[in-house]
């Protein structure tokens, strides 16, 4: 890394030699297309960047209307997904080899790993079938490594290596497309009849094995997803942005009904609009600062970054791009809420399953606001094994200084939620919505302690 001034630049990783811009121009040509501004016409939007480094890629692919998640595993220094945050690109904690990641079958249209850390050729591909898991049919797994190089194919060892993953990839119907240098690009079939084509391992799962129940299962090393009314390939998917806006038949996949997914981004839009003019200029202005202070210096964006607790159907994230805000959101659906994560995912957002009295799988300080509708009411209902003051803490941990809280629920929760707030030291402030509503916006702020 390079201090310039008061700005950070950062090199690309080690296997881009020629730079990113090369290396994503190298990805489009292996796929078929002119040059990565192609992607998003090929169906690619989500991406899966499995130990990604400085987040170069994730950065380069933002840029052309790209969403790529970074994971990676917890490292105590030097971190990886605390960069790639840092930077303002998604990134979350998380180990790609121990169980299946929190994301929901056939959620990503290209996975991509640049000398990772997995050895693929083990424990009988199993790796290789939760990528296939994550890819939509016709999705593509880009790998880039030196094993499979000519030099190093002089040894008999990463010979025997690369015919294992080269057999393990055409037994999960996956075509290469392309081979250059140290990268390869395969394509997974869009055609279900592939499998029953197939003579050898992986086997397909059991009609019983539920798809949409991703979280913190053991990796599963059959073939799943096949029979989901979400197989559809990417190229037959509607582009971003018009992704985002899911019509009756796509909405009838997720069970949901048009009028309720009408009437949601309805409200959203409305409560985007009453946020910005209800709250302080301090959290959306474009050149925000505080009084007595001189102008800012550049990115003038103070939000960057939005973690929703309580997502739903993702409609706070598509009110905010269609408002014109330049954030991202981390779409969060806990594991007590109906699960709309497939939903999410197909809207061409990110998002991830989690329990709320867990630990969140991010650094600490690393979001800018965190926003909860509805949250409090759905812990009420259940019998949890945490408090509120547990949650909240959670929440304190993972905001960075001087970052927003956003709380809508109804009055007496909210009051509650109050003087929890006040526990924490944040500034908190109660808003009224809607005179004939119950509702209520808590906003708080958590404050910059200075030793």
Not at 175 to 201: A, F, G, M, P
Not at 253 to 269: K, P
Not at 342 to 358: A, K, N, S, T
């Amino acid at each position: 890394m390079m201090v310039e001034e008061d700005q950070i630049s950062f090199p690309s990783d080690a296997h881009m030699s020629d730079g990113v811009e090369d290396y994503a121009h190298q990805i489009a040509e292996m796929i078929g297309l002119r040059n990565e501004f192609n992607f998003n016409e090929a169906g690619v939007r989500t991406v899966l960047d499995i130990e990604c480094g400085f987040g170069t890629m994730g950065a380069h692919l933002f840029e052309r209307d790209l969403l790529t998640m970074c994971i990676a595993n917890y490292e105590a220094s030097g971190s990886q997904v605390q960069i790639t945050l840092e930077r303002g690109i998604p990134a979350l904690i998380g180990s790609f080899a121990s169980k299946q990641l929190p994301y929901p079958y056939l959620s990503f249209d290209m996975v991509h790993c640049a000398r990772c850390n997995i050895e693929w050729d083990k424990n009988d591909g199993i790796f290789l079938v939760e990528v296939d898991r994550l890819l939509r049919p016709g999705g593509y797994f880009v790998w880039t490594s030196s094993l499979h190089t000519h030099r190093a194919l002089r040894d008999k060892e990463n010979q025997k290596k690369w015919a294992t993953i080269r057999d393990l990839a055409n037994n999960l119907c996956w075509e290469i497309l392309s081979q250059q240098e140290e990268t390869i690009v395969w394509k997974k079939t869009n055609k279900r009849d592939c499998y029953s084509s197939r003579k050898s391992e992986p086997v397909l799962c059991a009609r019983s094995h539920d798809p949409e129940l991703p979280y913190y299962k053991p990796l599963n090393p059959c073939i799943a997803g096949t029979r989901s009314k979400r197989w559809i390939p990417i190229e037959h998917r509607t582009t971003w942005p018009s992704q985002a806006r899911l019509n009756s038949t796509e909405l009838d996949i997720h069970g949901v009904n048009s009028e309720v997914f009408g009437e949601d981004t309805s409200t959203w839009d409305s409560m985007v609009r009453n946020y910005w003019s209800l709250l302080s200029p301090l959290i959306f202005s474009d050149h925000p600062k505080r009084p007595g202070d001189e102008e800012p210096h550049p990115p003038f964006n103070m939000l960057r970054n939005v973690l929703d607790m309580n997502a739903h159907f993702g409609g706070f994230n598509a009110a905010l791009l269609k408002s014109g805000k330049s954030v991202w959101v981390m779409n969060v659906v806990p594991t007590n809420a109906p699960n709309y994560l497939p939903l999410i995912f197909d809207r061409g957002f990110i998002g991830v399953q989690h329990d709320w009295c867990e630990a969140f799988p991010t650094y600490p300080r690393t979001y800018d606001m965190v926003h909860a509708d509805g949250f409090l009411s759905l812990e009420k209902r259940q019998k949890r094994r945490c408090s509120t003051l547990d949650i909240f803490l959670e929440v304190d941990r993972i905001l960075r200084p001087e970052g927003w809280i956003i709380i809508r629920d109804t009055a007496p929760l909210i009051e509650a939620a109050r003087s929890v707030a006040a526990q924490l030291r944040w500034d908190a402030r109660i808003l009224d919505l809607d005179i004939a509503s119950d509702e209520k916006l808590l906003v708080c702020q958590k404050p910059f302690l200075k030793k």
